[in-house]
């Protein structure tokens, strides 16, 4: 979508002139837009909303009364019994192995409760800290998804393109483990999950390294082959010991390529509703920017320099530029190189800087999306000029879960 900045920045000021900095927003608009879009690049399959990628339940909820999206993918055992318990969903899949003892004993002591959260295992010692919180026969059957590692490891397995995240990487890996699961009481296995990180999480344009954009773009071809036949193995070994519900993959950035895989059933998205600044280095498709954080200029250190409070919203991964928070209205500003963004102050230059005045809001972008929310209390919701709802963050709520 084309973005008019003037005019967003003018309905940005407009509708938050009564708010003092530094405080976040989501533009509905774009925020809806971006959620149909993702839909339509699921191909009618399912997307579940990734919980960790919105960290608002009320934003949750609106995301999953809209078509082609069901069920969370949550990022902690704690979070997904919370999202259970206050009904933003009744299928809640833990993204990640858990070893929360008193959220599995939690777990383990509601049967409704066990009958609505799946945990992630890729291994038997995860099955083994279960049954040590609380024993097969003394709690309800607990269902699990194994998760399949989706990196690619060409060259015999010399080189590892990916993230580091289950052991479970062959088809022959993937039905041992099923077949383990499904000799041991009290527990189910309803799904598997491959999350292609370097696929779904990793842009393909990066501005400014055209070369590096032509290897990510061969790797990911190559990646996405392998894995093709790879996951459609791993599920139909796993199949031979568990009926599966439910295949999931994907991410924000390859909805359309995971989905088009015959062997998945559901994609995951959350990012490419706010869409922050890591996805404009994407070619197929690149989601609407909707979730903004506002600053204020306090200083003028020079004619050509504007500095505003705070703005040192960094984004987790590796400590590069990248996950730096982007001055993104009015267009045409640049972070120090000597300073970055900074957690008390952040100075500012580029061509509009001069135009500032003490009190102007400056407009950043997070590099990454739910992250925005660990800095807030509460997201202002706007639609048009004007704020139609203010709602809180997992942190307005008292919630830190990592």
């Given at each position: 979508?084309?973005?008019?900045?003037?005019?967003?920045?003018?309905?940005?000021?407009?509708?938050?002139?009564?708010?003092?900095?530094?405080?976040?927003?989501?533009?509905?608009?774009?925020?809806?837009?971006?959620?149909?879009?993702?839909?339509?690049?699921?191909?009618?399959?399912?997307?579940?909303?990734?919980?960790?990628?919105?960290?608002?339940?009320?934003?949750?909820?609106?995301?999953?009364?809209?078509?082609?999206?069901?069920?969370?993918?949550?990022?902690?055992?704690?979070?997904?019994?919370?999202?259970?318990?206050?009904?933003?969903?009744?299928?809640?899949?833990?993204?990640?192995?858990?070893?929360?003892?008193a959220a599995l004993a939690e777990l383990a002591a509601d049967p409704a409760l066990a009958a609505a959260v799946t945990l992630m295992i890729d291994g038997t010692e995860q099955l083994d800290l279960v049954d040590a919180v609380r024993a097969p026969g003394q709690r309800p059957e607990l269902r699990v998804c194994l998760?399949?590692?989706?990196?690619?490891?060409?060259?015999?397995?010399?080189?590892?393109?990916?993230?580091?995240?289950?052991?479970?990487?062959?088809?022959?890996?993937?039905?041992?483990?099923?077949?383990?699961?499904?000799?041991?009481?009290?527990?189910?296995?309803?799904?598997?999950?491959?999350?292609?990180?370097?696929?779904?999480?990793?842009?393909?344009?990066?501005?400014?390294?055209?070369?590096?954009?032509?290897?990510?773009?061969?790797?990911?071809?190559?990646?996405?082959?392998?894995?093709?036949?790879?996951?459609?193995?791993?599920?139909?070994?796993?199949?031979?010991?568990?009926?599966?519900?439910?295949?999931?993959?994907?991410?924000?950035?390859?909805?359309?390529?995971?989905?088009?895989?015959?062997?998945?059933?559901?994609?995951?998205?959350?990012?490419?509703?706010?869409?922050?600044?890591?996805?404009?280095?994407?070619?197929?498709?690149?989601?609407?920017?909707?979730?903004?954080?506002?600053?204020?200029?306090?200083?003028?250190?020079?004619?050509?320099?504007?500095?505003?409070?705070?703005?040192?919203?960094?984004?987790?991964?590796?400590?590069?530029?990248?996950?730096?928070?982007?001055?993104?209205?009015?267009?045409?500003?640049?972070?120090?190189?000597?300073?970055?963004?900074?957690?008390?102050?952040?100075?500012?230059?580029?061509?509009?800087?001069?135009?500032?005045?003490?009190?102007?809001?400056?407009?950043?972008?997070?590099?990454?999306?739910?992250?925005?929310?660990?800095?807030?209390?509460?997201?202002?919701?706007?639609?048009?000029?004007?704020?139609?709802?203010?709602?809180?963050?997992?942190?307005?709520?008292?919630?830190?879960?990592?």
């Amino acid at each position: 979508m084309a973005i008019d900045c003037d005019t967003l920045r003018e309905r940005l000021d407009s509708a938050t002139a009564h708010l003092d900095p530094p405080y976040a927003v989501v533009d509905l608009t774009a925020f809806d837009a971006n959620a149909s879009a993702l839909a339509d690049r699921a191909r009618g399959k399912p997307v579940r909303a990734a919980s960790k990628s919105i960290r608002s339940r009320e934003l949750t909820t609106r995301v999953l009364g809209r078509p082609g999206w069901a069920g969370v993918m949550a990022f902690t055992l704690s979070e997904a019994i919370w999202l259970v318990r206050s009904g933003v969903t009744d299928d809640a899949l833990v993204a990640y192995p858990t070893a929360e003892r008193a959220a599995l004993a939690e777990l383990a002591a509601d049967p409704a409760l066990a009958a609505a959260v799946t945990l992630m295992i890729d291994g038997t010692e995860q099955l083994d800290l279960v049954d040590a919180v609380r024993a097969p026969g003394q709690r309800p059957e607990l269902r699990v998804c194994l998760e399949l590692d989706a990196s690619w490891r060409p060259l015999g397995g010399r080189v590892h393109v990916g993230v580091r995240r289950s052991p479970v990487h062959s088809a022959r890996a993937a039905g041992a483990l099923a077949a383990a699961v499904a000799a041991r009481p009290g527990f189910r296995l309803v799904g598997l999950m491959a999350y292609e990180a370097q696929i779904a999480g990793l842009g393909d344009a990066p501005p400014g390294r055209a070369v590096m954009g032509a290897a990510i773009r061969l790797a990911q071809r190559g990646s996405y082959r392998e894995l093709l036949a790879r996951r459609g193995a791993a599920v139909a070994a796993v199949r031979e010991h568990a009926d599966l519900e439910f295949v999931n993959g994907g991410g924000t950035g390859s909805v359309a390529a995971t989905s088009a895989d015959p062997a998945v059933t559901e994609v995951t998205a959350g990012s490419g509703l706010y869409g922050p600044t890591l996805f404009d280095a994407y070619r197929a498709w690149q989601p609407t920017p909707a979730a903004f954080f506002a600053c204020a200029v306090v200083r003028r250190p020079t004619p050509q320099l504007a500095t505003v409070l705070g703005g040192g919203w960094i984004a987790s991964g590796p400590a590069e530029r990248s996950r730096l928070p982007r001055p993104w209205l009015p267009a045409g500003l640049t972070l120090v190189g000597t300073e970055g963004a900074g957690e008390v102050q952040t100075p500012l230059a580029g061509a509009a800087a001069a135009g500032l005045r003490v009190g102007d809001r400056v407009w950043f972008r997070h590099a990454k999306a739910g992250e925005l929310c660990e800095h807030v209390n509460e997201l202002h919701l706007v639609s048009g000029d004007e704020v139609v709802a203010t709602v809180p963050t997992y942190r307005g709520e008292g919630h830190a879960f990592l």
